[in-house]
């Protein structure tokens, strides 16, 4: 299994790059775990205009002129943990909904209206009402009309995610929000998510299940950005080496606004996130980037080819926010894009990319 980084160490590592490490890693053909901390130090700041071309080179290579686009659908805010950064935490006094069958059914056929083929299945973390049986319900009515789905749930067990996937369900995200295991422990206050080592081997667990894909990722702002991003590395090569018939993606959600007031502990400024982007872009060519609607327009617009490959668009955070435009009591998080996906698909395609609504077919799988 995958251990827990010594999160101080990591930081030194850091720490202790210098710009002759930074030259060292831009020069190497290919980037192991020390250029990775190198390109993400303090020591690196300097080169990032270089680091930016050389990442929007390497993604041109593996990605082409493409920007994925999906959608999330929100099922359920129910939550039985209590994250202090979280909107869905369960001390909040939200008006809580769990979608049914049909309703969830719903707001997917206004997704795939739209033109998305791929859709991630999203809900707070309570498992006697979204469960394994519920998920699968879904995932079989809504197989039919998307190329791939995805979920963000609670962490399961290895035989609920084969079922899941014999279900249709191709990918699972599960992100460890951070890997600093003392930090962990200060904003998980209450519920099972306290178990920070069961959830770390959980994208093991998803791979082991076969799943097509497997999205790993970090909450940007809880504490050192530089040792989450080497973390994030580690986790990625060792899932890449033990487990290589399973894609790996990362995301990297910086916090925003929710219910609850929690304000960031750390500033991360776009500047950084760049930074982070391109440094684990040049670490691993081929790893999916996600970049999500909590960014604003300007920034998502600004970072097309640059690095990140999978873009969610036109999105609602609340459950049953498509099919009642005015709901956003009850959203885990508000949104800095509030384009459509129509206005995204545009701005994408205004840059010379492709947006992209469908890049797998189930057929692919037998
Ligand atoms: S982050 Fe997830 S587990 Fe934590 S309160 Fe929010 S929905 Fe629940």
Known sequence: MFSAPDFQQLRQTIGRCTSADVEQALSAGTCD??????????????????????????TAQRFGRTTQLYAPIYLSNYCTNRCAYCGFAVNNKITRRCLTLDEAEAEA???????????????????????????????????PKFAAISIEVQPLSTAHYQRLFQAGVTAVAVYQ???????????????????????????????????????IGALL???DWRAEGLALGLHLAW?????????????????????????????VSE??????????????????????????????????????????????TAPGGYSSADQTEGEQFSVGDQRTVEEVSLAIAAKGFDPVSKDWDSAFQH
């Not at 056929?109 to 739209?114: F, K, M, P, S, W």
């Open 33 to 58: 775990s020390n250029d990775l901390a190198a390109l993400i130090s303090p020591a690196a700041e300097p080169y990032l205009p270089v680091m930016a071309r050389r990442s929007a080179l390497l």
């Open 109 to 143: 056929a206004i997704l795939h209206e739209r033109g998305f083929q791929h859709i991630l299945l999203v809900a707070g973390e309570a498992e006697k009402i979204v469960g394994v049986n519920y998920l699968e319900a879904i995932a079989l009515r809504l197989r």
């Open 177 to 215: 929000e951070t890997y600093d295991q003392e930090m962990y422990q200060q904003v998980h206050l209450a519920g099972n998510k306290k178990d920070y080592h069961f959830r770390l081997e959980t994208p093991a667990r998803v791979a082991a299940a076969g799943m097509r894909e497997v999205g």
């Open 221 to 223: 702002g809880l504490t």
């Open 239 to 267: 899932l890449r080496k033990n487990f290589w018939s399973t894609a790996v993606t990362v995301s990297f959600p910086r916090l925003r606004p929710a219910t609850g007031a929690f304000a960031p502990l750390v500033p």
């Open 271 to 316: 500047q950084n996130l760049s930074q982070l982007i391109f440094g684990l872009r040049l670490f691993d060519p081929d790893v999916g980037l996600l970049l999500s609607t909590r960014e604003e327009a300007r920034y998502r617009d600004g970072m097309l080819g640059l690095g990140p490959t999978r873009y969610s668009a036109g999105s609602c």
